[in-house]
Each structure stands twice: as C-alpha cells, then as structure tokens.
C-alpha cells in the first residue's frame, strides 16, 4: 500500500512487479547451477518469503484479516526474506573467496585487507 502512494504518471505497481519478477527469472535461470552448488536453500527461501509479501501487499482487501494483521505478516515475509538474501549473499561471497584462494594459491592474500576465512 505505501509503494501505491508513492508511485503516480504512467508507471503503475503492476508493471513494477511485472519486470521485478522476469528479472528474478532471468537471474534465476542463467544462475540456477552456481546458485543451487553455493547456497539454493538460501536464495530459494528468500525469494519465496519476499514473494509471500507481494501476494500479501497485492490482497490486502481481500485477506479476511485486520489490517494490521495482514501489514505486520507482510512486513514480517519482507525482513525474514531479507535476512534470507544477507545469507545467500554472505555464502556467495565467501564461495568466490574461496575460489580465489584456491586459484592464487594464497590463502592468506598477504598485503591486502583480506584474511583467510575457515569455511565451515
């Protein structure tokens, strides 16, 4: 409801979504193998929680529940999918770490900023 608010001229939420969710598809499908080898459950989990607030912000009205209710669920999909993102991120970082030091043969990358990181 405040993205409504905000947006007015030509441009309208449906369209928004429209091209955030063939962007999602189109990284989803080139990326699939890496993401999957990296950290599926992470990046699958995020995407669906911030899909589940979507639908919620898109069927507000429609949800049989109080208002606040339905915001604070919708709310609540947006943080944990969020958070779920920070993790898939963090484990994507870590692999290309990983892959560097493996390439370098440096695990330690004397003379920068990098330390070498324990993969658990």
């Known amino acids: 409801m405040i993205f409504s608010c905000y947006m007015t001229g030509i441009f309208r939420k449906g369209l928004y979504l429209v091209v955030y969710a063939v962007f999602a598809l189109t990284?989803?499908?080139?990326?699939?193998?890496?993401?999957?080898?990296?950290?599926?459950?992470?990046?699958?989990?995020?995407?669906?929680?911030?899909?589940?607030?979507?639908y919620f912000d898109l069927?507000?009205?429609?949800?049989?529940?109080d208002y606040g209710q339905v915001q604070t669920?919708?709310?609540?999909?947006?943080?944990?999918?969020?958070?779920s993102w920070l993790i898939d991120?963090?484990?994507?970082?870590?692999?290309?770490?990983?892959?560097?030091?493996?390439k370098t043969g440096n695990p330690d990358f004397e003379g920068t900023a990098c330390t070498r990181i324990n993969l658990p």
């Open 27 to 54: 990284l989803l499908v080139r990326y699939f193998r890496s993401i999957m080898e990296i950290e599926g459950f992470a990046f699958l989990s995020a995407g669906c929680l911030l899909a589940l607030s979507i």
């Open 59 to 65: 069927n507000q009205r429609k949800i049989p529940f």
């Open 73 to 83: 669920a919708e709310e609540g999909f947006r943080f944990v999918g969020a958070a």
């Open 89 to 102: 991120s963090r484990h994507s970082a870590l692999d290309a770490l990983q892959r560097v030091q493996v």
